[in-house]
């Protein structure tokens, strides 16, 4: 959406991520541009509540959001934390520093095989401070897919999925679909973890999975891109 709207990363406001010197730059250039538009975007990973009970909503305001299968988006994580990894070895950033930290590495070597890297890969999954629990949930509401279908209804979200979404974006904005940014490289595949992995799987997504279940056996239903809020009630 960014040839649409102006945009603005919510890292700006992390000082890890952002300099002083940074933020200003990117303060000024949004100044000299915003007059000329009556919508910006501002994209990063916000919860539902944070949005709701700290931005606010005003009236004529729209919340979409986009889910992607639980199991999917887990090993995509432990692949990322690899990828990110291969590309700053040294952890000069503050997520592969951590990351590093997390797996006891001081560095990622520079020479490595197949299996180290799933190895590396299974090793994030495996690490509750890396892989995240129940994300969607935890965006959408407290955790659970109760909370988060509640929360999904009261503010009449609209939601796709990650199969849709190529078409939601053209129906719904004109925009066409384009190549996928920060794609990982493929060094978990699902069978490299189904069936043994089930119980950390399910750990992981069980929450997840309700949600997911009950968003895509409706767009299913309904033969829709995307539904509403009101569509789940």
Not at 80 to 107: C, F, I, K, N
Not at 154 to 160: A, L, Q, S
Request: proline fraction near 5%; charge should be negative; glycine fraction near 6%.
């Amino acid at each position: 959406m960014a040839p649409l709207y102006p945009c603005i990363s919510q890292l700006i406001q992390v000082s890890s991520w952002t300099s002083k010197q940074n933020l200003m730059e990117i303060l000024a250039g949004l100044a000299s541009i915003i007059d000329f538009y009556d919508c910006l975007m501002v994209h990063g990973h916000f919860s539902l509540n944070y949005v709701v009970h700290e931005l606010g909503v005003r009236f004529g305001d729209e919340i979409f959001t986009v889910v992607r299968d639980p199991v999917t988006s887990a090993i995509s994580m432990a692949n990322y934390v690899v990828t990110r990894l291969m590309a700053d070895p040294t952890g000069s950033y503050p997520d592969t520093r951590q990351w590093l930290d997390h797996l006891g590495m001081e560095r990622f070597p520079k020479r490595y095989s197949n299996e180290y890297l799933k190895t590396v890969a299974l090793a994030a999954l495996h690490d509750d401070n890396i892989a995240h629990i129940n994300p969607i949930c935890h965006h959408l509401g407290d955790g659970t897919g109760e909370s988060a279908i509640n929360n999904i209804v009261t503010n009449n979200v609209e939601i796709t999925d990650t199969q849709r979404y190529d078409r939601w974006l053209e129906r719904r904005w004109g925009v066409p679909a384009g190549s996928p940014i920060n794609q990982s490289l493929p060094v978990l595949t699902r069978d490299d973890i189904i069936p043994r992995l089930n119980e950390r799987l399910n750990y992981l997504s069980s929450e997840d999975m309700k949600l997911f279940q009950a968003v895509t056996s409706l767009l299913d239903a309904r033969e829709r891109p995307s539904i509403k809020g009101y569509d789940l009630a």
